[in-house]
């Protein structure tokens, strides 16, 4: 009888539960029809006006010429269409029961889509809540609007629906078509610099090097050489089928936009060159993939007419038959040499305005983007006598080429026979920015570390990381967006250093580089291995400095092997102590390749004492610097204080006398640079740590000036001791020595 009792009381309050749902769902339904019934037009109005976005961003993928109001009015079109055969297919699976969701699921994927596109497949989690958020406000905004201006219904709940689903899509537009977000990491960084560095640290130089940077005195003139009336010199074609192809859709697109097809890709360009001057220095340079109905070649003006006016030929290159298209890298380069053949012969023709105007023993090559990676096939190119992918196509180019500029550059998108290009003695430039929303990553690294020095000769090469620089400032015709409709509304660019200071940066260095290497004028070559001593003519950002020069001997690069104790020095011997990881690493810097870049590890906790070193065989270091790469690891406690990476270098000679110089007394090496690239890592408080090399150079004469007893003929160890940091994480590379020139 208990028992009954019991499951009599159960089922009771089983019932009354149900009752009691059943009232309140009864209540909700009226409540929904009475405000949001038959509303659902109003969600399928939004839901095609956002579907109609991504349609449209593929369009414009396909048919670059045509307007992005004109591929959003098919958008809409083509969506409606997709609607129709989704609910015709729907209907015969489920019925007439599934609209709401099909409206719901499709503004969600597209939205979804595109945010993950701009953030290059990161911040996936953000991007799925943003596009939630955003459906949820649009599917009460088209109801209740279609409810009070359709159904003519005047509810409260409607009006305040209405009211939030306003404000809030406002707000996200707001955000969307904002510039976005300020950050604070560079002014806190220069602030650290300056406490941490005096002002006797570091040559300062004198304002000859001011003069040295602004426009020249040269008047400068321009033209240009294509094929038809509306240039001012002819050319040729150049038939570029065997390196790349037009496919698809969007090839044939192409061959109707430029009426010509790969066979007869022209060689055209533009040329800027001082009125009165003859035998110049020339730099070629070469725009990277973009929207083919843009004239890229165009956007280096400022550079070439700065040149011109201090003594340069500049010839920008109109490769824009390469673009949007894949594979095609080789092309790019093939493209360029044939543009350097063409403007060498307009320079021998007594009858071309170009005649006797270039030095042809001095030839420097730039390129950015895909541009900066066809420079160094282009230099391979130039030293092969066949087409690596095809014996039988013969190269004869043999130009003089002493110099190349990578901006930004791609790498391993072309791999010669599937090896990864490499270079060797030319002097190389790699300049690339924090902010670049295209190519995040510097893959320019790998094509700074595949450019090697047999010994023989005086070359260098050197990077540059600029804080706050993005991909396409370097170009006037790209500006401050590195994405196209729609993905740029998700991008910040807020935090980027400004239009003009970027192109300054590349016109100073270009310009000096330029000196250095086509000039012979060495007069300022410090600037690209001691950036720090130059800074207050610079603009204001923080840069980040490698170096490397043919005279280096190599202590360790890390590539050897993968014992740990052994070094790349014969008879070297590395060890540590008070270490919790001590490992060699690998770091990623191409696409693709096998070669990459390894590097020495090491992190601790709690010791000022931790310490790496490396015992060597009995070696002259007179007249000659120490030099190594490092950089900081941490990424951890991003809210938290951050420290310059210091520490003590020390060597030791065959008698046991020391010297120590501390890093800090030589350079600033900056902790891991905490960029927010998204509008997405502002509201979600996310970060991308990068973590580039610097250059630390430790002069002869500061271990003289720490120990006068020290034998610098003699040296038998190095160590690098961070005493000044209780906890930390870095990476080292290429340790050795070089001459001091």
Known sequence: MESNSKLKMIKDSKNRVIA???????????????????????????????????????????FSPLSIKICYLVGVVITIVLFCLIFLASKVLFGNRRKGLIYWCLPVVIIYTIATVATQGDRTDANFYLAVLTVILLDFFGRSMWAIVKLRRRTITLVITLVITTSGLGIIGALL??????????????????????????????????????????????????????????????????????????????????????????????????????????????????????????????????????????????????????N???????????????????????????????????????????????????????????????????????????????????ADQYMPAQHEVSISDVNYLLIH????????TVM?????????????????????????????????????????????????????????????????????????TLKGDETNKELFSNYLAYEEYLPKTVYQQLYQDSSFDCVSDFEEDSDLTTATMSGAKISTSRTRIWEEMKTAYGDGGTNENYALRLKWRDTNEAT????????EMTGKDLQFDIADMNVENENGDKQIIDGTVRITDIFGN?????????????PSLPVQLYKVDFLFNEYEYKHQFQTVSVKEEQFLTDNAEIKTDSITSIEFIFDDMESGHVKIDNIGFRVNR
């Open 20 to 62: 009691i749902v059943k009232k309140v769902w009864h209540i909700f339904r009226s409540y929904w029809q009475r405000n949001f019934g038959d509303t659902y037009k109003g969600l399928a109005i939004c839901s095609v006006l956002v579907t109609a976005i991504g349609v449209a961003a593929d369009l414009k993928l396909y």
């Open 177 to 326: 078509t904002d510039e976005g977000f300020k950050d604070q990491y560079i002014e806190d960084y220069l602030t650290m610099k300056e406490e941490k560095i005096l002002d006797d640290n570091l040559l300062k130089v004198d304002n000859a090097f001011k003069k040295a940077t602004v426009k020249g005195d040269y008047e400068t003139t321009s033209l240009e050489y294509g094929i038809g009336d509306s240039f001012d010199l002819q050319s040729s074609v150049y038939n570029l089928s065997t390196f790349a192809q037009r496919s698809s859709v969007s090839g044939w697109v192409m061959n109707q936009y430029f009426d010509y097809d790969l066979k007869e890709a022209p060689i055209t360009g533009k040329v800027w060159y001082p009125v009165t001057e003859d035998e110049c220095p020339v730099l070629f340079i070469v725009h990277g993939n973009h929207n083919y109905t843009t004239d890229s070649y165009l956007g280096y003006d400022y550079l070439g007419k700065y040149l011109a006016s201090n003594g340069y030929v500049v010839v920008s290159v109109n490769e824009n038959s390469c673009n949007e298209l894949s």
């Open 328 to 410: 095609e890298n080789d092309a790019r380069a093939i493209l360029l040499l044939e543009n350097i053949k063409q403007v060498l012969k307009f320079n021998k023709d007594k009858t071309n305005p170009l005649y006797g105007k270039i030095d042809e023993e001095n030839i420097a090559i730039a390129g950015h983007s895909r541009g900066g990676e066809c420079v160094s096939t282009a230099y391979l190119f130039n030293e092969y006598d066949v087409y690596p992918d095809n014996g039988n196509i013969k190269l004869d180019y043999n130009f003089s080429i002493k110099s190349i500029i990578a901006i930004a550059p791609t």
């Open 433 to 440: 920015g924090t902010n670049d929303q295209d190519v995040r």
């Open 444 to 516: 320019g690294n790998k094509l700074y570390k595949n450019t090697t020095f047999s010994g023989e000769g005086n070359y260098f090469k050197s990077a540059l990381y600029v804080a706050g620089a993005n991909h396409g400032q370097f170009n006037s015709e790209w500006g401050r967006y590195d994405m196209g409709f729609p993905s740029h509304y998700f991008l910040n660019v807020k935090n980027l250093i400004t239009t003009k200071n970027q192109k300054e940066i590349l016109k100073i260095f270009t310009k000096l580089f330029l000196d250095v």
């Open 612 to 619: 790496v070193k490396f015992e060597i065989p009995v070696y």
């Open 658 to 670: 020391v010297a120590n110089v501390k890093i800090s007394d030589t350079t600033i090496v900056y």
